[in-house]
């Protein structure tokens, strides 16, 4: 009945984003310098939202610079060319402009916000951040003492420490998706303002950049903004690819003792890759498995009958370079046991059994409806099209998405699960004092 609430009040909206994905018409557009985007035009507002993504990220860190990408992220903001850290910053405040940047394992995204009155420095203030960052000292130590009290908040939190205690199990200790992607102490200590200026080259480059653009900005504007903020950058990066993963395939629990009430924990095995044939039937049957919703699978069976855990879910953890399973609970450090076993049973079950074709109706239902709601603001729109530019899922994904989802039959989800879910594979991960619970010798 849950399920079928959701679904009821969902239809409303799968109606109006049928109507509003007929209405979402993207452009591409290309510059002089070849830089392409994609433009969903709106002058209703008075905002342009951007977003752009280069490729290189955490993942092609140096080894004794575990993460450069990161203090990258965290210093363009910071000063560039003419304008110091305090004049950058003021400049941004003072024209309510939202500019920002992150980076992930194989990325190196960024994002700006702006009132369309404000676009020509908005756009300047981006292409000096990008072109011409500063380094200076203070701002750089300062972001760096910043990094240092991050990293060593997380060597206490439980979370943290067992999802990559999981992480290193999984991909092996050296590769690295095994390291942390915000760095260590060791590492951020080493970065120099050199380091910033060589990784900034490498990344910045016109090879894999992808660009999303909506709002108050029509195509021929566009075009010459691309070459405003990206046309000088270099044509071609030469950073290293990152080498494949050689996934932990064997069952394991892998215990890490700390003297706390609830233990954390992280679970899962070998997985699939985005572009993997099967990925949409298992992003349905995931849905249904282990979404974290009231409903699915692993939250009925371990909160809901037994009280086990607040919420328990699994998902598909898809890398360029590994395919994974990630799952997580926490739970009394008495129950860990138990919640292993059930776990372990369900994944068991599901594999075996499937889903009901009940299941499924309910989990499209969802899917398809909630589909809108990432598509109600301009920034949120530019962040769907920027996720499907880097996947490479085609400029006419949004409209064939959810034809895709709704084609899934209880037959494909039933082999998937049967492909995907091996409970006698699971490797947990759990840091806490669990009783009646051995961490095994593999």
């Known amino acids: 009945m849950k399920i079928f609430s959701i679904v009821v009040s969902l239809f409303a909206v799968l109606i109006a984003f049928t109507t509003a994905s007929r209405a979402i018409e993207i ?36 080894l004794d610079k575990t993460g450069l990408s990161e203090f990258l992220s965290g210093m363009l903001d910071e000063g560039a060319d003419d304008l110091t850290s305090a004049q950058f910053q003021a400049a941004i405040n003072d024209n309510s402009i939202k500019l920002g940047f992150s980076a992930s394992q ?17 756009f300047s203030l981006l292409a000096k951040a990008l072109t011409a960052p500063r380094f200076d000292k203070a701002p750089l130590e300062r972001v760096r003492r910043q990094f240092l009290v991050s990293i060593k908040q997380d060597k206490e939190k439980p979370r943290t420490i067992s999802t990559r205690a999981w992480l290193k199990t999984m991909v092996g200790k050296d590769h690295p998706y095994a390291r942390p992607r915000s760095g260590t102490e060791a590492g951020i200590n080493a970065i120099n303002a050199n380091d910033l200026r060589d990784k900034a080259k490498k990344i910045f480059t016109r090879q894999s950049l992808h660009v999303a653009v909506t709002g108050d900005i029509d195509a021929k504007t566009l075009k010459q903004v691309l070459d ?39 679970f899962g095995h070998k997985g699939i890759k985005r572009k993997d044939k099967d990925f949409v039937t298992a992003y349905v049957l995931f849905n249904i498995f282990g979404s974290g919703q009231f409903g699915s699978r692993l939250m009925e069976e371990v ?8 919420s328990a879910y699994a998902t598909l953890y898809p890398l360029r370079r590994a395919g994974l399973i990630f799952g997580s609970a926490a739970t009394v450090n008495a129950r860990v046991g ?13 594999a075996e059994d499937g889903p009901t074709q009940v299941e499924l109706d ?18 949120k729109i530019a962040g769907q099209l920027l996720a499907n530019m880097k996947l490479d899922l085609g400029i006419d994904y949004i409209k064939r998405r959810n034809s895709l989802i709704s084609a899934v039959t209880l037959v494909d989800v039933k082999r ?26 593999n």
């Not at 194989?106 to 908005?122: C, E, K, P, W, Y």
């Not at 138990?338 to 599901?350: A, C, L, P, S, Y």
């Not at 309910?362 to 301009?378: H, K, M, P």
Request: aromatic share 8%.
């Open 338 to 350: 138990e919640t292993v076993q059930v776990i372990k049973d369900e994944f068991k079950r599901m």
């Open 27 to 62: 452009q591409e557009v290309k510059s002089d310098s070849g830089v392409t985007a994609w433009l969903v035009e709106d002058h209703s507002i008075p905002l342009i939202a951007m977003k752009f993504s280069f490729n290189g990220g955490a993942a092609t860190d140096p």
């Open 303 to 310: 909160r809901e009958k037994r009280g086990l855990s607040y």
């Open 362 to 379: 309910n989990a499209i239902a969802y899917l398809t409806g909630a589909y809108a709601l990432r598509f109600d603001s301009n920034s």
């Open 416 to 441: 998937v699960a049967k492909r995907l879910l091996h409970a006698d594979q699971l490797v947990f991960t759990i840091v806490g004092k669990p009783k009646n619970l051995a961490a095994t010798s």
């Open 106 to 122: 194989h990325r190196f995204d960024g994002s700006l916000q702006t009132l369309s009155v404000n676009r020509d420095i908005a």
């Open 228 to 266: 405003q903020l990206f046309g000088s950058l270099p044509e071609k990066s030469d950073i290293a690819p990152v080498i494949e993963a050689d996934v932990f395939s064997q069952p394991k629990i892998q215990v890490i003792d700390r003297d706390i009430p609830q233990s954390i924990v992280q």
